[in-house]
């Protein structure tokens, strides 16, 4: 009974000395608003004229930097499939052949994306130090931005190399540059008529025997 008691007026004498700070902080937030009721706020306030010319702020458009990398990639990849299997248009149209293409395009479109916003990156980090910004903080962050700029241009150089390697190999085990010093004028079409083609002429089951021998090789 006792303790209960106790506990009653120690809840009682907390909620007192808590009241009792509400109403200095009041006090003295009512002593200041009297004492300063004068003041002029616009006297401490930077003019516009003070500030530097900041220019309008805008959004960045990062979809925008992935479109431009999709687009040039597709171009990329396109052309480099044309040069190594455009005068083999059957086996260039193999779903195969066209899931390869468009996985290697995404690949190096996410390539380019991330060497341009490493480029973004460092720029903004240069315009902080002609700002002002020269603690020894930020020139240390620069250096490992310039690293990671000089490794992204290396590796997109090396991946396009390995590309146009894997493009060209792929020619070379199909069989394509010994059939296409072997094809005649004359060569039969699907339907098992004869006919000049400027291009080599494969049919449907020539074209599925080379992919399906070149996949079995690979595995």
């Known amino acids: 009974m006792y303790f209960l008691i106790y506990i009653i007026k120690y809840i009682v004498s907390m909620a007192d000395k808590k009241n009792e700070k509400i109403n200095n902080l009041q006090e003295e937030f009512n002593k200041i608003q009297e004492e300063n009721k ?20 805008q959004i960045y458009n990062y979809e925008s930097d992935i479109e ?16 190594y299997l ?7 149209e193999h779903p195969y ?20 916003m490493t480029t973004k990156t460092f720029i903004n980090q240069m315009r902080q130090v002609d700002n002002g910004d020269n ?11 310039m690293g990671e700029f000089r ?20 020619r070379k085990d199909m069989g394509l540059n010994e059939m296409q010093d072997k094809t005649p004028e004359i060569e039969l079409n699907e339907d098992g008529e004869e006919g000049k083609d400027d291009n080599m002429v494969v049919d449907s089951r020539k074209m599925n025997d080379l992919i399906s021998n070149y996949l079995k090789n690979k595995s």
């Not at 171009?75 to 044309?82: I, M, P, Q, R, Y």
């Not at 052949?97 to 341009?116: C, H, Q, R």
């Open 151 to 170: 490794d992204n241009i290396k590796f997109s150089q090396s991946q396009r190399t390995e590309l146009e390697k894997f493009w060209k190999e792929m």
């Open 68 to 83: 431009e990398a999709k687009d040039r990639a597709d171009n990329v990849l396109s052309s480099l499939v044309d040069l």
């Open 97 to 116: 052949i066209k899931a390869k293409l468009e996985e290697d395009a995404d690949v190096y479109a996410k390539t380019l994306f991330l060497s341009k």
């Open 135 to 145: 603690n020894a903080r930020m020139y240390e962050v620069m250096n490992q931005t």
């Open 38 to 57: 004068d003041l002029d706020v616009n006297m401490y306030l930077a003019k516009m004229d003070d500030l530097p010319e900041l220019g309008e702020i």
């Open 86 to 92: 455009g005068d083999a248009p059957k086996i260039k």
